[in-house]
């Protein structure tokens, strides 16, 4: 079956790292992506993994993937206000064209 | 860059009343996907279309019905509405054979 799970919320405080975690079940997913959605507004795609790396880097966000354990985490380095939002984990499983099985999401609060 | 067009960005209706929402995919893009997000939710797969036929069904329920015309462009329309339909609904595109999709701004669906 299908479910992608986080915890829901996270604090920081401003210029720290954030890390947001995920579980996944589905061990034949093949692209693992984290989104944005900041309050009212739509998703925007921030990064996404290949199931057969175990890392990825793209300015200050870090993704980390354990596939051995489905786990997948998102590091934001220098957390800054405008990083507040809600993060969701989602799952493709056979390509990028099928549809996202999305986690709850986890509401980041960065506190200035 | 051209984004994912939605509309429209609001809608209020009454119950039992139809609704018609629209998406225009990026350009050269050949599948669309619906998803409803509940407040407080996480973005729930409906439907989707590749090159005008559907491609998956997920939790869309039987008073909706969707389609992709000739132009990519696609229609979402719901009919005996019900308060519960009251949510985000986005679309998504993206191109056969890429791993990312894009998502629109949603359309904010209020039944009364």
């Known amino acids: 079956g299908e479910d992608v799970e986080q915890s829901l919320f996270l604090s920081v405080r401003e210029g720290d790292s954030s890390v947001i975690n995920c579980t996944y079940t589905?061990?034949?997913?093949?692209?693992l992506y984290w989104y944005k959605q900041e309050p009212g507004a739509g998703l925007q795609l921030l990064t996404y993994i290949f199931s057969n790396m175990d890392m990825k880097q793209d300015q200050r966000l870090t993704v980390l993937l354990n596939k051995k354990d489905k786990h997948l985490s998102l590091r934001i380095a220098d957390t800054q206000t405008g990083d507040s939002a809600i993060y969701f984990c989602a799952e493709s499983l056979y390509s990028g064209n099928t549809p996202l099985v999305f986690g709850k999401g986890t509401r980041l609060s960065v506190i200035a | 860059a051209a984004g994912v067009i939605q509309s429209p960005r609001h809608l209020i209706k009454e119950k039992r009343e139809t609704a018609t929402l629209k998406c225009y995919p990026i350009p050269r893009h050949d599948t669309v996907y619906w998803y409803q997000q509940g407040p407080g939710q996480d973005p729930q797969f409906l439907i989707s279309f590749y090159e005008k036929m559907q491609s998956d069904k997920g939790s869309i329920p039987d008073r909706f019905s969707a389609q992709q015309f000739s132009d990519y462009h696609s229609e979402l329309n719901m009919s005996s509405l019900e308060l519960g339909d009251s949510a985000l609904y986005f679309c998504?595109?993206?191109?056969?054979?890429?791993?990312?999709?894009?998502f629109g701004p949603g359309t904010r669906l209020l039944v009364l």
């Open positions: 589905d061990s034949s997913s093949t692209y």
């Open positions: 998504a595109s993206s191109r056969f054979g890429e791993e990312t999709q894009y």
